[in-house]
């Protein structure tokens, strides 16, 4: 047999090997829980139509559901509920702010939408003779400065030190 296929063959074998194994502990994770009545509830996530079918359809049929998925649940429902609140902020939001919002690069929206959720709105001192434009919109806008701008603004008084 060539070596190469030998290889191939050989690290083909060991891969599924690990794959069994896995699906080895998955079941018995599965039957100890099943013994002991360890089921999750999926009744509290209903609305979420992101849970996975085959997730759903495990409790359904009386199966518990292993660590790993349970946490995928929970993974599940802290992204749903961050979205629901991002689209609650977005829609609180006027015409220029929404304007100037989708203009702003995915890191920046992402930022900005969770420091206005914390609705913690910090006022920073801006001195007379600073002058950064997007700041300027910031303010106006009523929107809280990300880390950015006040880093810049530290910088700035650092400088004038």
């Known amino acids: 047999m060539p070596r190469k296929l030998h290889q191939f063959i050989s690290g083909n074998i060991s891969d599924i090997k690990k794959g069994f194994h896995t699906i080895d502990l998955e079941r018995d994770e599965i039957l100890m829980k099943y013994r002991n009545q360890q089921f999750f509830s ?3 996530f209903r609305y979420i139509e992101t849970v996975p079918e085959e ?6 049929v009386g199966l518990p559901l292993i660590d790993r998925q349970i946490q995928k649940v929970y993974q599940i429902k802290t992204k749903y509920d961050k979205e629901v609140q991002f689209q609650k902020v977005y829609s609180g939001f006027n015409e220029s702010q929404r304007k100037v919002f989708d203009h702003l690069a995915p890191w ?6 969770e420091k206005m959720m914390e609705e913690e709105l910090i006022e920073e001192d801006i001195p007379d003779d ?9 303010m106006d806008l009523g929107f809280p400065l990300l880390d950015e701008h006040i880093m810049k603004l530290s910088e700035f008084q650092a400088m004038k030190r």
């Open 42 to 44: 999926l009744e509290k």
């Open 55 to 60: 997730i759903i359809k495990q409790v359904e």
């Open 108 to 113: 920046k929206r992402e930022e900005l939408l």
């Open 130 to 138: 600073f002058y950064n434009q997007e700041i300027k919109v910031f």
